[in-house]
């Protein structure tokens, strides 16, 4: 039989199945350790029990496996979606188990506005779906409130918008939370400011503020994309505050305008509709001050024409009492044959009565009595024991009922000084801050007086090293023209006067010899304080 043929000879270099796959992956990680991908998120079920997402990212006509771990996907903004199209950032590595590459993913944001359009619609629903943006849960806006919270940045345009609309309308105690309007971590602050002021107490030192304004200016929808996070929208619905919401230009819809309990198209227009015009406001009640006073002009003339006319009305004393007066004289007349009629017939009556009164029927009306005595004491014993008894028994129970009843109105009256004591203690409190705003309201208007005083007196101007030239009677020295030889001058530094004589010294020779010159002699009056006249 013809031998088997020997095996043929090779210089390649033979791998197992385990060094092959690590040396495809650290090719792949270091050919790829930073890629971009973009790409429709297909297979997403939501995180793995063990935190980890596992998906697919396709396109037209490829896919590529895609994972997220558990760490990284609690620190994203923006997490993954079925169906959205999203750039994802990450490294390729290799799954050596099954030989397929997989995009470990350390980024995700949207692709393009219309994938961001989309999340807002999805995320709108959502929300809406938990009752966030209904009517019924919206509150109404204070008339006039005195402390307002404003959340935005304190660098831009907006805060000076919203302060100057204030300061025109009607100037109120405004509040700045401080925040990121744009960018990592600007949603987490803007809800932290909203819940920050709602945490304040009534009454503490930070004033708790009566209305609250979340403003920012316009942007694209990357740039507002912060006041669509879920976040920021659950702030503002659970705000027990009033809030405004004034964000971007009226053209831009951001989800915290459903929120919010009112929605402003611009910063400026928050403004506006935190505060009335206080101007309009004066004006309004002098007109009601006016036709008040009219009316009542008016109702106060109307009561005198009628006291008028019922004066005119009522007849003469003298016709009023003219029948009286005649009944009266009627009445005098008869009085006496009256009495005597009265007289005669009480006389017949005891006459009558007199008659039957003997010995016998007297001592059988004494004995009858005698008996009734006896027996209206035997039963008046009987009715004082009884009584006697039944008002014993009527005290007990009236003494037991004052005995719980001074107990409760004691009770009640314990109440009612605590409560009254509470009430004194917050009408304190509100005195307290009511006197410390008034006094600071007026040092500040002292320092700004002092400050322009200052500003405008003619002694900052002598401080810089001018002086002011009076003449004898205090009027002060424009020209040299006016000096005359020999006249008496008084010259008024920053820190002094003092009085010269002028030399005669002509405008040809402005550098007089300092041998000539007169010494001037220093002043002992006291320096004048207010405004002067400036040359």
């Not at 708790?208 to 994309?225: F, K, N, Q, T, Y």
Request: with cysteine; charged share 25%; proline share 4%.
């Amino acid at each position: 039989m013809p031998k088997a043929a020997a095996a043929p000879l090779t210089n390649s270099t033979e791998f197992t199945v385990s060094e092959l796959s690590q040396a495809l992956k650290r090719t792949v990680e270091d050919a790829y350790g930073n890629v971009r991908v973009r790409g429709e998120i297909t297979g997403f079920r939501g995180p793995h029990s063990s935190g980890h997402c596992y998906f697919s990212l396709k396109d037209e006509s490829a896919k590529i496996e895609a994972v997220i771990w558990k760490g990284v996907h609690g620190r994203m903004r923006f997490r993954p979606q079925e169906g959205l199209e999203v750039i994802a950032t990450g490294k390729l590595t290799t799954f050596p188990g099954s030989s397929k590459y997989q995009i470990v993913i350390e980024a995700l944001e949207p692709a393009g506005v219309g994938a961001l359009m989309a999340l807002m619609e999805e995320r709108k629903r959502k929300l809406g779906a938990e009752g966030l943006f209904d009517e019924a849960r919206k509150q109404l806006l204070p008339w006039l409130p005195e402390v307002i919270g404003v959340v935005t940045s304190p660098t831009g345009a907006v805060i000076r918008d919203i302060l100057h609309r204030l300061n025109d309308r009607f100037p109120r105690h405004v509040l700045v939370w401080p925040v990121r309007v744009q960018g990592e971590g600007s949603a987490e602050q803007v809800a932290a400011a909203i819940h920050g002021f709602n945490a304040l107490e009534a009454g503490g030192k930070i004033p708790r503020p009566d209305l609250l304004i979340v403003a920012r200016g316009g942007g694209s929808l990357e740039d507002l994309w912060s006041f669509n996070e879920e976040i920021v929208v659950r702030a503002a619905a659970e705000s027990m505050i009033p809030l405004i919401s004034a964000v971007g230009h009226e053209t831009d819809v951001t989800l915290i305008d459903f929120a919010s309990d009112k929605r402003a198209p611009t910063p400026t227009a928050a403004a506006e509709m935190a505060v009335p015009v206080r101007a309009e406001l004066l004006v309004e009640i002098g007109t009601f001050e006016r036709r008040m006073m009219l009316c009542w002009q008016r109702a106060q003339e109307s009561r005198r024409n009628e006291l008028r006319a019922a004066a005119r009305a009522l007849p003469n004393a003298a016709d009023l009492l003219a029948i009286p007066r005649q009944r009266l004289d009627g009445a005098g007349a008869s009085l006496p044959r009256a009495l005597k009629a009265n007289t005669h017939a009480h006389h017949r009556r005891f006459v009558e009565a007199s008659s039957g009164l003997t010995l016998r029927v007297l001592r059988a009306q004494i004995a009858h009595a005698t008996q009734r005595q006896k027996v209206c004491g035997e039963r008046l014993k009987l009715s004082a024991r009884a009584l006697l008894r039944q008002r014993r028994d009527r005290f007990a129970n009236l003494e037991l009922r004052l005995k719980a009843s001074k107990s409760a109105n004691a009770q009640a009256q314990r109440n009612a000084i605590a409560r009254d004591r509470e009430r004194a203690l917050r009408l304190t409190e509100r005195a307290h801050r009511a006197l410390t705003t008034l006094l600071q309201r007026h040092t500040s208007r002292v320092e700004a007086s002092s400050k322009l005083l200052a500003a405008l007196s003619y002694r900052s101007v002598l401080a810089r090293g001018f002086a002011l030239v009076r003449d004898e009677n205090g009027t002060a020295v424009h020209e040299l023209a006016g000096i005359d030889a020999g006249a008496r001058l008084n010259i008024e530094f920053a820190d002094g006067r003092i009085d010269v004589t002028a030399d005669g010294a002509g405008p040809a020779s402005p550098r007089a010899d300092k041998s000539t010159a007169v010494r001037p002699k220093a002043s002992k009056r006291p320096a004048k304080v207010g405004q002067g006249d400036l040359f």
